[in-house]
């Protein structure tokens, strides 16, 4: 399978630059290979049971990297994957299951069928599978769960905020870096991008100036071009979202804030705000570094277990800050000392944290907010 991606590199790079920046996109295809190489540990470590269909809502990034983890690894142990591809991407989406597809078919896994459908035509098709695998809104992961008889698995992917803290240890300048890594993969449009930046006020002085400097140097372009870190986004309803919030933000701007909304930019962006309690950020899906100052580690924590934040407790990104070192989570997020949400996840361990909006497992009429793993789910349903 491996193998299969390979030869196929430069076709599946040209589809997914459709809609992923070309850096993004050479990423997507190392972390599938990746995904690949451990599908057999993965499957001694949980043995899951054998399913005879499972169902597959496929999200709109990632293209490539959502079908081998929602597709080609399942169909190792399912006799048949249905995905549905979303409804805005999907002649990209196609177009990987049509490079793929058939090279997949002689090499021992089960039947991968992909169709456009509308969403009642595929809700008939997850009430006949053993599992389902929802990407998306979790209100619309409620929807799906409605349909379903008492004993289907269902897994919902949602989202969370993934705060990064930068403490007064961290050094100012490796972490500007590490700040743009997290928020403008694929020009801001991922699940695991940080939305608030938490600068600790005895760097906020040198921390930011340096974001400011940095950002002005990223380069917007097309997608395809190998340089190009931000893009137009993919979606018209993200240009709006950061419009609306950078018009309502516009006092706390330090660099950026335009928004081109025919062309579908948004201009890379520094806002630099005081501590709030109540502010609970937005998924930006768009290049907006959104920094909040702070004081005292206990407001991080304090912010972390409000009810907000712990029902999408996902990932809290920690540097520098020796108030938070040792602990593996904070409420309902998990902590990644001194790494990204992007150095922490791997496609063949449980992903995400425990707040039942950023991901849950439903067995039974009963949801329950913790890292998922489809394989790992299905060696439980098994009682392994």
Known sequence: MVDALLRNRDALHSVLTRVATAEAATDELFRSMRALSGAPWELLRN??????????????????????????????????????PSARVAPAAMAVHEILGPQLRGLGGGRIIMAPSSQREFLADCARSDA?????????????????PADALLLTFGSGPNPLVVGPEADPEAVTRTVLDARLYNSGQDCLCTDVVLVHRSVVGEVVPRLADALS?????????SGTRVAPLVYPDAVEDAAGFLAAHREFTVRGGGVDMARHVVEPTLLHLPWQD???????????VCVMEYDDPGQI????????????????????????????????????????????EDGNRPFGGYGPRAGSVRRHGTATGRPLLLSAEAGLRAGA
């Open 132 to 148: 389902v695998v929802f990407t998306g809104q979790p209100d619309n992961g409620e929807a799906v769960a409605a349909h379903l």
């Open 47 to 84: 043995s899951p049971d054998r399913l005879g269909r499972l169902a597959t809502f496929l999200p709109s990034n990632n293209l490539l990297y959502s079908y081998v983890l929602f597709g080609v690894i399942p169909s190792l142990y399912t006799d048949e994957v249905r995905i549905r």
């Open 217 to 225: 140097g990223v380069r917007v372009g097309d997608r395809r071009d």
């Open 301 to 344: 924590t304090r912010w972390l277990r409000s009810p907000e934040e712990t029902a999408r407790g996902m990932y809290v990104q920690v540097f520098g800050e020796p108030a938070l070192a040792g602990a593996a989570r904070i409420s309902t997020s998990v902590v990644c000392h001194e790494r990204i949400t992007f150095d922490a």
């Open 278 to 288: 109540a502010f609970h950020p937005p998924e930006f899906f768009s290049p907006v």
